[in-house]
C-alpha cells in the first residue's frame, strides 16, 4: 500500500475545489468509498466531482440515502451509492454495483456496511472533523494515488501562479500520456493547461535506446516551448505560454480556439485544408532553427528525421499490423527484405529538401482562427515531437489526414497549393517533392497501421482501429510511385495486398 495522501479542508469551498480535481484523476473501473461521520463532507466531495464530470454546476445531485443508488451519463458514467439503509451485502450485486464499476465510477457513502464486497483496488476517502474544517485521508493502490497526486500537483501550481480561484475541466485526452484542460479564472480570458508528464522508459529495442530515444518523441515539454518559440517567433499561431513547471511537465498556454478544420459532421473544410497547406509552404520557405533557447541555460537540438527514427516507426507494420492481419508473425527472411526496402527508399531521399516537420499536423491539430487574417488563421498546437526532415513528410500527413477521408480531388488541390506557394523557393523541385511526397506517406502510414493495432492490443484503445481502412487506402495510394515497387512488391509477397 503506498503512503496514504493526507489533506486539511479549511472550509466547504476546499471539499468542492478536491471533488473537482479528483474529477480530473479518476478513470473507468475506479471505486472511491468516502467514510467518515454525518456531516463531514462526503456528499459536498461527492456532488462536486459528478458536476466537475458533467461540466455542469446546476446538476442536479439528489442524495441516494432512499434509492440507495444515483446513476449519471457524464463523460465518464458514475453510480452514487449511499449504503447507510443497505440491510445485506448482497444487495450490493441487485443495485447493479459490478455492472456501474465496470463501465464508469462508484461513489460509495457508508463503505462500511459493505466493505468485504467492494473490490481490493478500492480507494478510501477518511474525513474527520479537526476545528472548523475537515481532515480527509486519501488511501489505495499506487497508480490511483498517483493518478490523484499528479491532479493535486496541478491545483498546487496553479496556486502558485496566482490562479487560486481557477475552474479546471477535462478538454481532451490523446493516444500519448498527455492530457488537456480548460482553466477558467476570474478577469481574463480562458485558458489551456497542458499536463504533459515525462515518459516512462519503455524496453530497450536497439544500441541501448527505447522506441521514444530511437524515433525522437519528446520526453519532456522542453520541446513543446522550444518549437512553440521559434514558430511564434516566425510569424505563426502557436500558443503564448503563460505559466511553466518544466520538471513536472505542466504549462498553462493560451487557448486558440475550438473551430477546426471539419464541418459539424466530420468532413474536411476544403478552404481550411488549402490554407492549412499554405501555411506549410511558408513555414518550409523559412530556414529551420536546429539548436532554440527556452531559458534557464536550456537549449533544445530539433532532432533530425534519420535513418534509424524512420525504421524504427516503419517497424510497427511488422511488429503489430502485419501478425494482427495475416495470424502469424513476420519470418526473418521478411524483416530481413523489408529492411533492405526501406534502406533503399531512405537512401532517395538523402538529396532531398529538409526543414522542420511539425510532425503530426493534421485535422486534430489544427485550430481555425477566422478572426485572425492570412495564415495567422491556422493555429498549431501538438508539435513537441517537430523534427527536421524532408518537408513533404508534413504534407503528406494533412492530405493524408489519418482521422479524416480526404478525397483524391481536395488532395490534387492542396499538392497543388503547396507546390505554387514553394515554386520561388530556392532549390524547390516539384518532381522530387511529389516522389518525396510518396515515400513519406508510405512511411507515415506503414507507421499508423501499427500503432491501430498497438493501441487495440496493447493499450485498451479498440477505437482508433476505425482509421485502419483509409490508414491502408492511404498506403495504397502512396504504392503507386514507380518508386514505391520494391514496397509494394514485398506487400504482396507478404499477402497484405
Known amino acids: ?73 457524464l463523460r465518464i458514467p458514475a453510480a452514487h451509492f449511499d449504503l447507510y439503509r443497505l440491510s445485506d451485502v448482497s444487495e450490493l450485486d441487485e443495485l447493479g454495483f459490478d455492472e456501474a464499476l465496470s463501465e464508469g465510477i462508484c461513489l460509495v457513502e457508508w463503505p462500511e456496511r459493505a466493505e468485504s464486497a467492494l473490490p481490493k483496488t478500492t480507494i478510501t476517502l477518511s474525513f474527520t472533523h479537526e476545528g472548523d474544517g475537515r481532515r480527509v485521508i486519501i488511501s489505495g493502490y499506487e497508480a490511483a494515488l498517483s493518478r490523484i497526486g499528479r491532479s493535486l500537483s496541478i491545483r498546487n501550481f496553479l496556486d502558485f501562479s496566482g490562479y ?58 522542453v520541446p513543446f516551448v522550444a518549437i ?31 473551430d477546426g478544420v471539419l464541418d459539424a459532421d466530420g468532413k474536411p473544410i476544403a478552404e481550411r485544408y488549402i490554407e492549412s497547406v499554405r501555411m506549410l509552404a511558408a513555414l518550409h520557405a523559412q ?35 502485419l501478425p494482427w492481419k495475416r495470424g502469424e508473425p513476420a519470418s526473418s527472411a521478411e524483416r530481413d527484405d523489408y529492411a533492405a526496402v526501406w534502406d533503399g527508399l531512405i537512401d532517395l531521399l538523402a538529396t532531398s529538401e529538409t526543414n522542420l516537420l511539425l510532425r503530426d499536423f493534421h485535422s486534430p491539430n489544427i485550430i481555425w482562427r477566422e478572426q485572425e487574417a492570412g495564415l495567422k488563421r491556422i493555429g498549431l498546437i501538438d508539435f513537441q515531437d517537430a ?18 477521408t480526404i478525397e483524391p480531388a481536395l488532395t490534387a488541390r492542396m499538392l497543388e497549393a503547396y507546390m505554387a506557394g ?36 496493447r493499450d485498451g484503445k479498440p477505437g482508433y482501429m476505425k482509421h485502419m481502412p483509409r490508414t491502408f487506402a492511404y498506403l495504397e495510394t502512396a504504392l503507386t510511385h514507380p518508386a514505391l515497387a520494391p514496397l509494394k512488391d514485398w506487400c504482396v509477397r507478404s499477402g497484405l495486398l
Open 1 to 73: 500500500m503506498t503512503t496514504p495522501i493526507d489533506i486539511l479542508l479549511k472550509d466547504e469551498a476546499a471539499t468542492k475545489t478536491l471533488g473537482e480535481d479528483l474529477a480530473l484523476a479518476v478513470k473507468i473501473g475506479d471505486c472511491l468509498a468516502l467514510s467518515g461521520d454525518l456531516g463531514a463532507g462526503k456528499s459536498t466531495l461527492a456532488r462536486a466531482l459528478l458536476r466537475a464530470l458533467a461540466d455542469d454546476d446546476e446538476l442536479e445531485v439528489p442524495s441516494p440515502t432512499f434509492t440507495l443508488v444515483q446513476s449519471y451519463p
Open 228 to 258: 512553440d518559440r521559434d514558430l511564434r517567433a516566425k510569424g505563426f499561431s502557436a500558443p503564448e505560454i503563460y505559466e511553466s513547471d518544466l520538471d513536472a511537465g505542466i504549462l498553462l498556454i493560451e487557448d486558440l480556439g475550438r
Open 422 to 457: 514553394r515554386q520561388e523557393s530556392s532549390g524547390f523541385d516539384r518532381e522530387t517533392f511529389l516522389r518525396d511526397w510518396h515515400i513519406m506517406s508510405a512511411q507515415r502510414n506503414c507507421k499508423l497501421v501499427g500503432i491501430w493495432v498497438r493501441l487495440m492490443q
Open 164 to 221: 487560486s480561484d481557477a475552474r479546471r475541466r477535462h478538454l481532451s485526452g490523446d493516444a500519448s500520456a498527455r492530457a488537456y484542460e480548460t482553466i477558467s479564472t476570474r478577469g481574463r480570458a480562458p485558458m489551456i493547461l497542458m499536463d504533459a508528464p515525462r515518459h516512462k522508459p519503455g524496453p530497450i529495442l536497439e544500441d541501448g535506446k527505447y522506441y521514444q530515444q530511437l524515433a525522437h518523441i519528446a520526453e519532456d515539454c
Open 387 to 404: 523534427m527536421i526532415g524532408p518537408t513533404a513528410y508534413d504534407v503528406a500527413s494533412l492530405t493524408q489526414d489519418a482521422r479524416v
Open 287 to 321: 530556414k529551420a532553427t536546429p539548436k532554440i533557447a527556452v531559458g534557464n541555460g536550456i537549449v533544445h537540438t530539433v532532432p533530425d528525421f534519420d535513418r534509424r527514427a524512420m525504421k524504427i516507426e516503419t517497424r510497427l507494420l511488422l511488429d503489430w499490423y
